[in-house]
């Protein structure tokens, strides 16, 4: 009985931490409309990163400079942090963070090419493969 329920409280905690370790953050904002020329409507999207104003059509998709996934629909724009960018990492002393572009990689410290929280080898892609921010 106490084994069972110290297995399933470890069980619990390892599932928390392994839903916490990440804690994302996003961000919203309504769809702006146009008049086109002939006097339609137009629907769109717009984020301003600091650098770039840009523009998205409903449907669309797109990474931002400062490591943000955008996507546009008819309820607007939403931006969610991913990677360097996903948020507060409550990383074990034990591990470090290396960042690639907008991607962070958590690894072991004394061997940096295991991966933190699993322990197992990780490969880190090569750039072409990551998600290239918009410029
Ligand atoms: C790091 O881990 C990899 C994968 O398990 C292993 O092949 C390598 O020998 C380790 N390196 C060191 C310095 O322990």
Redesign the pocket.
């Known amino acids: 009985m106490i084994k069972s329920l110290t297995a399933s409280f470890l069980y619990m905690t390892i599932l928390m931490m392994a839903n916490q370790h990440v804690e994302a953050f996003c961000l919203r904002d309504e769809l702006k409309t146009d008049l086109t020329t002939a006097g339609d409507q137009k629907y769109y999207c717009e984020y301003n990163d600091g650098v770039h104003v840009f523009r998205m059509s409903p449907g669309t998709q797109q990474i931002t400079a400062d490591c943000l996934r955008c996507s546009c629909d008819m309820d607007g724009l939403q931006c969610c942090g991913f990677g360097r960018n996903a948020g507060v990492v409550i990383l074990p002393t034990e591990c470090k963070e290396i960042s690639f572009g907008c991607h962070s990689f958590y690894v072991k410290r ?2 940096e ?2 991966d933190c929280f699993t322990n197992d ?1 990780i490969t880190i892609p090569p750039r072409h493969l990551l998600d290239q921010p918009l410029v």
Do not use: D, E, F, I
């Open positions: 004394l061997n090419s295991l080898p």
